[in-house]
């Protein structure tokens, strides 16, 4: 079975400061991995993917991800928060091997809240 | 990406009725789901929508509950039957374009339902 695990409920930080929202994940083979941002009242926005090569990915809106596949972990980034980044982040994961599941698997989510 | 039109985008409904969801996709897509979010929650997966044939649903989800239909590549429907207080939520559709490994997922502005 695959699962995701975003282990802080809520991040804070101050606008201009670098920010990171944890995510560790379990799956058989290698992964394929989602983070997807939610603003109020908001379907969810794509914002980067992992599947191959390079372990730091660039996404939307200046955010980044570093999969580490020692840690299982696909943190994501941002070098200078903005007080829009505040919304809901998801990060998400399926398998690449034949045998995975199709659809995602979710984490809990995390509130990132930047304070002005 | 796929352009996803989701209706209605809300709805406040009485209890022991029934409301339909639509998903309607602007190409036609491999892979549809359809998922659940509480409030406050993450996303759940209700079942994947297969075309021209019954829905797989996830543990816990019933077709006599959440009956799903998807008669061609690009539009599906899920109806919440006899709803009570408990199935307010988010309802999302989400979508999966092509068959290499670069595909993405899609998801559309969600249908907020609040059953009283």
């Known amino acids: 079975a695959q699962s995701v695990a975003q282990p802080e409920d809520q991040v804070n930080v101050a606008e201009g400061n670098p920010l990171t929202v944890k995510c560790t994940y379990s799956?058989?083979?290698?992964?394929?991995l989602f983070w997807y941002v939610q603003y109020p009242n908001r379907g969810l926005q794509f914002l980067l993917k992992?599947?191959?090569?390079?372990?730091l990915v660039k996404g939307s809106y200046g955010f980044e991800a570093e999969f580490n596949k020692s840690q299982t972990s696909f943190h994501l980034k941002k070098p200078s928060a903005l007080v829009s980044d505040s919304a809901l982040y998801f990060c998400?994961?399926?398998?690449?091997?034949?045998?995975?599941?199709?659809?995602?698997?979710f984490g809990s989510g995390t509130q990132l809240t930047v304070l002005p | 990406s796929a352009v996803i039109s989701q209706k209605p985008s809300r709805d406040i409904c009485q209890r022991g009725t029934s409301l339909t969801i639509q998903c309607q996709v602007d190409?036609?897509?491999?892979?549809m789901f359809w998922y659940r979010q509480q409030p406050g929650q993450s996303l759940t997966l209700i079942a994947t929508?297969?075309?021209?044939?019954?829905?797989?649903?996830e543990s816990g989800f019933v077709i006599d509950k959440f009956p799903i239909s998807r008669p061609n590549l690009t539009f599906s429907t899920l109806t919440v039957s006899n709803m009570s207080p408990e199935d307010s939520s988010i309802y999302l559709c989400?979508?999966?374009?092509?068959?290499?490994?670069?595909?993405?997922?899609?998801f559309g502005s969600g249908t907020r339902l609040t059953v009283v």
């Open positions: 929508a297969n075309q021209g044939s019954e829905a797989t649903y």
């Open positions: 989400s979508v999966v374009l092509g068959q290499s490994r670069n595909y993405g997922y899609t």
């Open positions: 992992y599947i191959t090569g390079d372990n």
């Open positions: 799956v058989s083979g290698n992964p394929y």
């Open positions: 998400a994961v399926r398998g690449l091997s034949s045998g995975s599941a199709r659809q995602l698997t």
């Open positions: 190409s036609q897509v491999t892979m």
